[in-house]
């Protein structure tokens, strides 16, 4: 073989190698991108982008129930339902960690929820989130969002 | 001529229905026997447990840290940690569901862990769980595990 052709097979592997780490890197942006518009519904308290982002069998481990709430109408419910008991809610991630590994990614953190019941006190709960996103059509949706509050964490 | 046709038809239907519904079916089998192969080794203190079978960044949100646990060393470590000051552990998981979604599956539930240490009272923690498993080359991995505790006995 000469060295031509040694060059030539080079710089195709380099390209094929670049072009898969930039799709590895638009994956992973593209998950980033949908954690930080679910937040942005959540806290825009927008129930239709909410659940634009939700797989038909989700599973939600909540604050407001130690019983999970599966399926995208027990979800769609359980974020209504958080609507109407809070004023005003603002939730923070903090420490924000992403992970995809094939067509399955997760996001996980501590959080900082500020809540003011309707006609009450506001109160602010710390705790550890970790969510799970599936592209089953080339686009991240939520299979599972779970919350734990940290002890002490009020 | 047409009911030859329609009928090859619906036979190819339903063995492409029979043989995804198969295939399901093994992949809820393999995520379960993962999961219940996990639950042994915990139970048997042995410090492979949710690792054995695991990406190697796998994340972790436990009970005896606010923090995540990443990667399968760091998780053996705690584990190690943890089985050394304890003179038996029980983990039961209670309601385990499953589902595949893809090539992403998910694990929830919840569970009391029981733990007699090896100096002071015995503990019973109530609480609930969420796994989640990615396929890679025919293999399903534990990606990320995150354990939320209800309550505390003892």
Same mark, same amino acid.
């Given at each position: 073989m000469s060295w031509k052709w040694v060059l030539v097979v080079a710089v195709v592997l380099a390209f094929g190698s670049i072009a898969?780490?930039? +799709? +590895?890197?638009q994956t992973r942006d593209a998950l980033i991108a949908s954690f930080g518009e679910e937040l942005q519904a959540i806290n825009g308290r927008d129930l239709v982008d909410v659940m634009s982002h939700v797989h038909e069998d989700v599973v939600l481990f909540g604050l407001y129930s130690p019983f999970p709430a599966v399926g995208k109408d027990a979800f769609r419910q359980a974020v209504q339902d958080y609507f109407d008991t809070f004023e005003e809610a603002n939730l923070n991630p903090a420490h924000e960690e992403y992970m995809v590994i094939g067509e399955t990614g997760v996001a996980w953190g501590l959080y900082q929820l500020t809540t003011t019941r309707q006609g009450g006190m506001e109160q602010t709960v710390n705790g550890q /989130?970790? &969510? !799970?996103y599936v592209r089953p059509s080339g686009q991240w949706q939520i299979a599972i969002w779970h919350f734990s509050p940290l002890p002490g964490g009020n | 001529m047409v009911y030859e046709k329609r009928g090859m038809t619906v036979g190819i239907v339903l063995l492409f229905l029979c043989v995804t519904g198969l295939a399901y079916g093994d992949d809820l089998d393999d995520v379960r026997a993962v999961f219940n192969a996990d639950m042994k080794r915990f139970n048997t203190k042995d410090a492979s447990a949710f690792s054995t079978e695991a990406h190697d960044d796998v994340v972790l949100f436990g009970m005896l840290s606010p923090f995540a646990v990443k990667g399968k060393v760091a998780i053996t470590d705690m584990l190690k940690g943890f089985f050394a000051d304890s003179e038996r552990v029980t983990l039961t998981p209670i309601n385990p569901e499953f589902r595949i979604i893809g090539a992403s599956a998910l694990a929830w539930g919840h569970f009391t862990n029981t733990e007699v240490p090896a100096i002071g009272p015995r503990e019973v923690i109530h609480g609930r769980y969420t &796994? !989640? /498993? +990615? %396929?890679?080359?025919? %293999?399903?991995l534990l990606v990320g595990l995150h354990f939320s505790p209800l309550g505390v006995e003892g």
């Open positions: 898969s780490e930039s +799709a +590895a890197q /989130y970790m &969510f !799970t | &796994f !989640t /498993y +990615a %396929k890679r080359d025919g %293999k399903w």
